[in-house]
């Protein structure tokens, strides 16, 4: 992503729907059942060494880091409506909806 | 003789002289360390949630900045993850989980109950909340949203619950002598 600052409060973002896994060895912290789903940016987090490359040693660059708040029933079509999944996802697993 | 066969403390001390020797911890940090890793338990988170229904103020920074709230009352943190916490309210409960793995707020409530690192608990908690926590015995009020907080990356979170009725009075020793681990991951509410 290329915004100048965070993202807002607010902002509709999906995560991407990509499986570095499937492609080689990968060290991931976005888990499985938020690909292709999108939610709202709840708050910036700050920004840390993107984990993918800190687990193989190798020069991390530091990434925003945000709580993102999804509808739970829509992740499983089970539940609640107004439940919500809260996350920590990187910036470069979100694009703006 | 393979590594999980080696006794313990003769492998930590020679870890330890190899940290020592490449300049990269000293003997005393190491102890000091080891020091805090066994203080923490669910007692300090404790001490931090009777605290903030005791103080208005230190509930306001604790909800900011949960790492600058345990220091505070003399919970080491440094070199640790940032601490948050989430405000469990009349509208809101939360519940945290790690799906990926096992991050806990161990600084503020020690090692995870084994339960916490399990593959059903970690799959449940995201995909059917309410009933994981109905087997809790924790049934919340009608209207009350469940928030699940999926643990997965730098921030460690803790539950700061709601002070239970029947309390008033209470100073925050007593307060926090109510407090068990699991209110502070959100799969049980304290009660009297």
Redesign the interface.
């Known amino acids: 992503m290329s915004a100048p600052g965070p993202l807002p409060a607010g902002t509709r973002v999906r995560v991407k729907d990509d499986w570095p896994e499937a492609r080689g060895p990968a060290h991931i912290r976005t888990p499985h059942y938020l690909r292709g789903a999108e939610g709202v940016v709840v708050r910036h987090l700050g920004a840390y060494p993107n984990p993918e490359d800190l687990a193989f040693a190798r020069p991390a660059a530091r990434r925003a880091l945000y709580h993102v708040a999804f509808a739970q029933p829509g992740l499983w079509q089970q539940g609640v409506a107004g439940d919500e999944v809260l996350v920590e996802l990187y910036e470069h697993w979100l694009e703006v909806v | 003789m393979s590594l999980l066969e080696t006794d313990g403390e003769r492998l930590f001390e020679a870890v330890s002289a190899l940290l020592a020797e490449r300049g990269i911890a000293t003997p005393s940090e190491i102890a000091t360390r080891r020091a805090a890793t066994d203080a923490a338990s669910p007692g300090q988170g404790a001490r931090m949630v009777a605290r903030a229904w005791t103080d208005a103020s230190f509930r306001a920074r604790m909800l900011a900045d949960g790492t600058a709230a345990a220091e505070e009352i003399g919970i080491p943190m440094r070199g640790l993850p ?1 601490l ?1 916490v989430l405000e469990n309210t009349a509208e809101t409960h939360h519940l945290v989980v790690c ?2 793995c096992s991050c806990y707020p161990r600084a503020v409530l020690g090692y995870p109950p084994f339960w916490f690192k399990s593959a059903g608990y970690r799959a449940r908690a ?5 009933g994981l926590l109905a087997e809790w015995g924790t049934h919340l009020a009608s209207g009350v ?11 460690r979170w803790m539950v700061l619950p709601m002070r239970p009725a029947g309390t008033d009075g209470w100073d925050a020793a007593r307060l926090a002598g109510l407090l068990r681990e699991g209110d502070m991951i959100g799969v049980t509410v304290p009660g009297v």
């Open positions: 940032p948050g799906t990926l995201v995909r059917d909340p309410r949203k469940v928030r699940v907080v999926d643990s997965t990356a730098d921030y």
